[in-house]
Structure formats: structure tokens, C-alpha cells
């Protein structure tokens, strides 16, 4: 703790993000039951459009991330295998990259084999109204479309944890 002290405020920072990722990196918090669950819409790569209303019934993971972002591709594996191992008619596993073009995106998803999809948030907008100001950022939202979890930072969505946090939405 006393070298951490030491260290000043952006060395810290640098420190959290180059650690291992197999140390804990993230924080996970309930969403504040008071507070409505935005209504939200973004265009996928792919040219589709997904509205929260049409994804009401199924257990919702929505990551934001961007293609700068470290710990972001470092988790964005993890999570196209959370993708490919839950039905996708009970679970919805979203990649919401955040200000950055499409064409930029595109060429990421490709390069690295992102399967699920890839939406798109390019003024920064849906990212906005759920409060996202660190990448990653991953909300879980339930059957009726409510948000319960806000994840902070890289998540190994292989772990049991995770996948304990999916099945719970879904038992709901």
C-alpha cells in the first residue's frame, strides 16, 4: 500500500491498467432500482437496427468497449464465447462499440473474429444514457428489459462467476 502511495495518480492508473489480467479488474454494482432503464436504439455493422423494446424476453449483455481500449480486447474474447455457448433466443450478448466509425469497427470485428454482434454508438449517445464513462462497461438487463448490473471494467466471461450472473437474469 505505501508503494502505491508513492506512485502519483496517473502512474496508478497506468499500473491498474497493465496489470495481469488475471487479478479482479472490475466492479461490479447493482443498477439503482429507482432509476428507469433507458430506452435505447443503435444500428449493428451489419446495416440491422436493435431497439431495447424488441429484445424484452431475453436475458440482455451490453458491453460498451472501443478499439483503443486495452482491456477491452482483452475481454471481447471472452465474451464472443459467452455468445457462442448461451441460446441466443434466451440471451442477448451485445458489443456496443462507442464513438469510433464504422468502417474502423468493421475492420476490428473482422480482423479479430467477433461473431456476436457489433452495434454501433457513434455520437457517444446510448453510452451517455446509462452513465458509461469507463470502457469496458458491460449492463445486464433482465427478461423485462430492466437493468440490474453495471460490471466496470474487463470481465472473464468464462469464469462462473459471470455465468452464475447470467443464469440468475434468466431464472428471473
Not at 496508478?12 to 432503464?37: D, I, M, N
Not at 451490453?62 to 477491452?72: G, K, S
Not at 470485428?109 to 449517445?125: E, H, I, K, W, Y
Request: glycine letters at 6%; proline letters at 7%.
Amino acid at each position: 500500500m505505501a508503494r502505491l502511495a508513492r506512485l502519483g495518480a496517473q502512474s496508478w492508473l497506468s499500473w491498474c491498467l497493465l496489470a495481469p489480467t488475471a487479478w479482479a479488474q472490475f466492479e461490479r454494482s447493482a443498477w439503482p432500482p429507482a432509476q428507469a432503464t433507458p430506452v435505447w436504439q443503435a444500428a449493428d455493422t451489419q446495416g440491422g437496427n436493435w431497439r431495447s423494446e424488441a429484445l424484452q424476453g431475453r436475458v440482455v449483455v451490453l458491453n460498451f468497449w472501443a478499439t483503443w481500449c486495452a482491456p477491452c480486447k482483452e475481454e471481447l474474447p471472452t465474451l464472443q464465447t459467452l455468445s457462442d455457448f448461451v441460446d441466443p433466443q434466451q440471451v442477448a450478448v451485445l458489443a456496443l462499440n462507442v464513438k469510433e466509425p464504422a468502417a474502423r469497427v468493421q475492420r476490428y470485428a473482422q480482423s479479430t473474429g467477433l461473431g456476436m454482434p457489433v452495434l454501433l454508438d457513434p455520437r457517444g449517445d446510448v453510452a451517455q444514457m446509462f452513465g458509461v464513462k469507463v470502457f469496458p462497461t458491460t449492463l445486464l438487463l433482465d427478461r423485462q428489459g430492466r437493468a440490474r448490473w453495471r460490471i466496470v471494467g474487463e470481465v472473464d466471461w468464462r469464469s462462473a462467476p459471470a455465468q452464475q450472473w447470467v443464469q440468475e437474469l434468466m431464472s428471473r
